[in-house]
């Protein structure tokens, strides 16, 4: 019996009938160290990294006796489910590892799995390519560590997307071959891409209860608005949405009216987050409950472009017969895209 740890998505240990969830452990601190430790765990990891990615604004003056704090409490957890008997963490002067020598992990299950899409798909073996390639997109699909920021696991989630793009690419290779199914259906939707600016912050503003009611009170007031306007969710993950409009002008519309909401509930009651919205209008492939291409990626690129509060789109989508205000015409180059992309800042208040 190994090991089963899942760190995308919610963090969850199994091993047998014992399990960790996400809430048993210690704080949204405990869940980064756990995850890092893991990820890492062929190596000696330092303190000194530790301390980095678990405060990354500022250590405080006890950081030291608080990591110690947490790796003990993190290894009495893995101790209670028999994790310790194949490693533990093992502690030398200014160095934590946790050798787990033989573990089924999620992160680098997609890996092995987009490897095996590659050969099968080399090997002409299109049904284990479908199937590996599935398995590796669905994986990296899920949210990494949502809600914390930081050099390491802005790295991870990087290589993630880049996992998922790759099984994503293999899948649409497969889709063109005649003996497979239908070629994939050609559309063209309007993407918005949303998320919490400044997360981590507040997390450690509010601590981790507040945090899921503030976020779980977002996801409810998006998603009102998202059906409101004939939004179609596509993707959820950690405080993001993934949303596809019909047309453009529902979906400037939307991103209006979520900005406008979040503005109002600021004004009566004291608080909203700030959410970044980014929109583009592009042709992608369709196919079960999926939008795939260059548009969905260039829509994701936009969205990062705005700030907490801001509504950044391509230029095309912001029709200029209808009333809408923009600000900012500007070209920029955005990651992994050839060329670069004009786009404005649409208005709101």
């Avoid at 548009?295 to 700030?307: C, D, K, S, T, Y």
């Avoid at 907490?308 to 895209?337: H, K, M, N, W």
Wanted: glycine residues 8%; hydrophobic residues 40%; negative net charge.
């Amino acid at each position: 019996m190994i090991p089963r740890i899942r760190l995308l998505g919610s963090v969850l240990v199994e091993l047998g009938d014992s399990v960790i969830e996400e809430r048993d452990l210690p704080g949204h601190r405990g869940r980064v160290a756990l995850a890092f430790l893991v990820i890492e765990r062929h190596r000696a990891a330092s303190t000194e990294e530790l301390g980095d990615l678990l405060w990354p604004a500022e250590r405080p003056v006890s950081w030291e006796q608080e990591l110690a704090s947490l790796i003990s409490r993190l290894e009495t957890m893995l101790d209670r489910l028999g994790l310790t008997e194949r490693g533990g963490i093992n502690e030398t002067p200014g160095h934590y590892r946790l050798p787990l020598t033989d573990a089924w992990v999620d992160a680098e299950v997609a890996v092995t799995k987009l490897e095996e899409a590659r050969d099968a798909v080399e090997a002409g073996d299109v049904k284990k390519a479908r199937r590996a390639a599935t398995t590796a997109a669905e994986i990296s699909g899920r949210s990494f560590l949502s809600g914390e920021e930081g050099t390491w696991i802005d790295a991870q989630r990087g290589r993630f997307r880049q996992i998922r793009t790759e099984a994503l690419a293999v899948l649409a290779r497969l889709d063109t071959e005649p003996s497979e199914t239908q070629q994939p259906r050609r559309v063209l939707k309007t993407f918005m891409f949303t998320d919490i600016a400044g997360s981590t912050k507040l997390v450690e503003l509010v601590g981790d209860d507040a945090w899921t009611d503030l976020v779980r009170w977002h996801d409810q007031t998006l998603r009102g608005l998202f059906g409101s306007h004939a939004g179609e969710e596509i993707d959820h993950a950690g405080d993001g949405f993934f949303v596809a409009f019909t047309d453009q002008k529902s979906a400037c519309v939307c991103a209006i009216a979520i900005q406008r909401r979040l503005a109002e509930h600021r004004k009566s009651q004291g608080f909203a987050p700030k959410v970044r919205i980014g929109l583009h209008s592009a042709q992608a492939n369709a196919g079960e409950g999926l939008y795939q291409g260059k548009g969905v990626h260039e829509a994701a690129r936009i969205a990062g472009l705005a700030e907490g509060g801001q509504i950044v789109a391509s230029s095309g989508t912001v029709d200029p017969s209808d009333v809408f205000r923009v600000a900012d015409p500007r070209s920029v180059e955005l990651r992994d895209v050839a060329e670069p992309v004009e786009v404005v800042t649409l208005l709101w208040d």
